[in-house]
């Protein structure tokens, strides 16, 4: 417990267990001993501000955060319904996200009926593509899903100037592919075949299957969790390729994400000692990505060596 103190002199005497602030007020003939709290290194608070404005401040960030990340996966739910049907993959993967983000069950199933055309709302999602070149000559593309385009595209537009990007086409340095990105059911019985095994069986399954390009074993998935079974598809037939490989090995692998990505046709290697330049780079996708109607942000850079650490 805090108490509210007025400006004062006062002694803190510690003891093994317990904390004491000594007062000694202008008027008094004999100190006031306070209970405080148990040591610390931090100065007694006396200026009003209380650990709880903090804990606001830190939930309200956190709260603005997820609020950023279930309006993302509400937009994917809509374009995926809207584009690829109520049946297809691409759908159940955003429905997955959403429920591993924690959105209700209701959220879902509105953002569904939307995409479907089922709702009374009138509201038409339309895809926007922004291309632009960063710092670093990184070359960059900005995926949105919005009702309103020139809304859209005037904001996107202000960051990437405020960012110290340009506005320029970039997207011929890329290529659109599918993606699926696969891992291991996490109710297989023991033993649980290691995810290489897994590898080896999409491999030699890519082999049968029209349409795949590559498949390759990723540290990383789409969400930071990893490792992960990578396949990559022509973009026309990822909703098919998906499914073929599901109905073969669905019992052992689950799809965490399919789509159509942007994928670089060579990376851009942004040098260890760019650390500025990293900097800038890296606080525009971060303002890019935290608006609500950008879905995803390409890029073609790749570090030649680990990135630098923070400058004190």
């Known amino acids: 417990m ?41 100065s007694a608070d006396l200026s009003g501000h209380s650990r709880w404005s903090k804990i606001k401040h830190d939930k309200g960030k956190a709260d603005a955060r997820r609020g950023q990340e279930y309006s993302k996966i ?7 319904a809207k584009f690829d049907g109520a049946d297809s993959l691409r759908l159940k993967s955003a429905l997955d996200l959403g429920k591993k983000a924690g959105m209700t069950k209701a959220s879902m199933e509105s953002a569904m009926r ?3 055309g089922v709702t009374k709302e009138g509201v038409e999602f339309q895809t926007l593509t922004v291309e632009c070149l960063g710092p670093a000559s990184v070359s960059m593309i900005v995926d949105c899903i919005t009702e309103n385009k020139l809304r859209t595209l005037q904001d996107v537009k202000y960051k990437i100037k405020d960012g110290g990007a340009t506005t320029t086409p970039t997207a011929y340095l890329f290529s659109r592919k599918g993606k699926i990105f696969l891992a291991p059911r996490p109710e297989l019985v023991e033993p649980k075949p290691e995810i290489a095994e897994l590898f080896e069986e999409v491999f030699d399954k890519s082999m049968e299957i ?16 990893g490792p992960v079974i990578e396949v990559t598809t022509t973009p026309e037939l990822v909703g098919v390729v998906s499914r073929e490989l599901l109905a073969t090995m669905g ?15 060579e990376d851009t290697m942004v040098d260890e000692g760019a650390g500025q330049e990293w900097d800038r780079l890296a606080d525009l996708i ?6 609500d109607d950008v879905s995803e942000v390409y890029t073609n850079a790749r570090w030649s060596k680990a990135a630098p650490a923070e400058s004190s």
């Open 114 to 116: 939307r995409g479907l």
């Open 74 to 80: 509400s937009r994917e739910i809509i374009t995926a």
């Open 251 to 265: 019992d052992k692998l689950k799809a965490l994400k399919v789509g159509i990505d942007w994928v670089p046709n």
């Open 286 to 291: 971060d303002k890019l990505e935290a608006t």
């Open 2 to 42: 805090r108490f509210s103190l007025q400006p004062r002199c006062y002694a803190v005497l510690r003891s093994a267990t317990t904390s004491s602030i000594r007062q000694t007020a202008p008027n008094c003939a004999a100190p006031v001993l306070v209970k405080a709290s148990a040591f610390s290194t931090t």
């Open 210 to 225: 029209e349409g795949i390009e590559d498949a390759e074993l990723s540290e990383e998935g789409p969400d930071g969790d």
